[in-house]
């Protein structure tokens, strides 16, 4: 089993900055990636960004895309999720998770490849 703790969330102005940091621990494969995910209020929860923990491979939704970079620290087995120019809509629950089945070069963005899952962390952008 994997443990993944996500930190970093508050309260922000549109147009700030945070930086969420995914703590990973547990016995991993080979080849796996992490994401991070989010849930709005209201609405179910969807696809961030990911990223190929071998390779550094990234993927990004659309609408972060620019604003939102992932990154990794393979010593400390960190994940990070810069975000710049917040908006509100940006708003809610970030968890990060783990995909055992990524392989080298590619990042799933459906949920389903996705088991262990953290607490989460809570983001709130105001105007």
């Known amino acids: 089993q994997v443990q993944l703790a996500e930190s970093g969330g508050g309260l922000v102005q549109a147009g700030g900055s945070l930086n969420l940091s995914c703590a990973v621990s547990?016995?991993?494969?080979?080849?796996?990636?992490i994401g991070w995910f989010r849930q709005a209020p209201g609405k179910e929860r969807a696809f961030v960004a990911a990223?190929?923990?071998?390779?550094?491979?990234?993927s990004y939704t659309a609408a972060v895309k620019d604003r939102f970079t992932i990154t990794r620290d393979k010593i400390n087995k960190v994940v990070y999720l810069q975000m710049n120019s917040l908006k509100t809509e940006d708003t809610g629950a970030y968890y990060c998770a783990v995909d055992q089945t990524a392989v080298q070069g590619s990042c799933h963005m459906a949920e389903v490849y996705y088991g262990d899952w953290g607490q989460g962390t809570q983001v709130t952008v105001s105007s």
């Open positions: 990223i190929g923990w071998i390779d550094g491979s990234t």
């Open positions: 547990g016995r991993l494969g080979s080849s796996y990636g």
